[in-house]
């Protein structure tokens, strides 16, 4: 059974850092593509960030450089860096993966992350 647990998330002021944690149990995230997203009340979730088996990374994109995407394949984890946050950052942030055949998406409960002016 696939199990994905966010941390990490927490009230921080504008400007300020937080570390993401995702620890993966039933799935290996050294094979698998894990994404971020986020999500507001009303909207729908938001790609934040994806790192893939092979280990491509797309975050800059999304948003302007300012999030980083990692992983710790001894842990089972992917972390999520986001630095200069600003109250706009506000959001429940969910880890994602996606079973082999594509079939199936996996998500966690999500970490709350607020950001103060």
């Known amino acids: 059974q696939v199990q994905l647990v966010e941390s990490g998330g927490g009230l921080v002021q504008a400007g300020g850092s937080l570390r993401l944690s995702c620890v993966a149990s039933?799935?290996?995230?050294?094979?698998?593509?894990m994404r971020w997203f986020r999500q507001t009340p009303g909207n729908e979730r938001e790609l934040v960030a994806i790192?893939?088996?092979?280990?491509?990374?797309d975050d800059g994109e999304f948003m302007m450089g300012r999030f980083t995407i990692s992983r710790d394949n001894a842990k089972n984890a992917v972390f999520l860096q986001m630095n200069n946050l600003h109250p706009d950052d506000t959001a429940v942030y969910l880890c994602?993966?996606?079973?082999?055949?594509?079939?199936?998406?996996?998500w966690g409960l999500g970490t709350q992350v607020i950001v103060s002016a």
């Open positions: 790192i893939t088996g092979s280990g491509f990374i």
């Open positions: 039933g799935l290996s995230v050294s094979r698998t593509t």
């Open positions: 994602h993966a996606v079973s082999p055949s594509g079939e199936i998406d996996y």
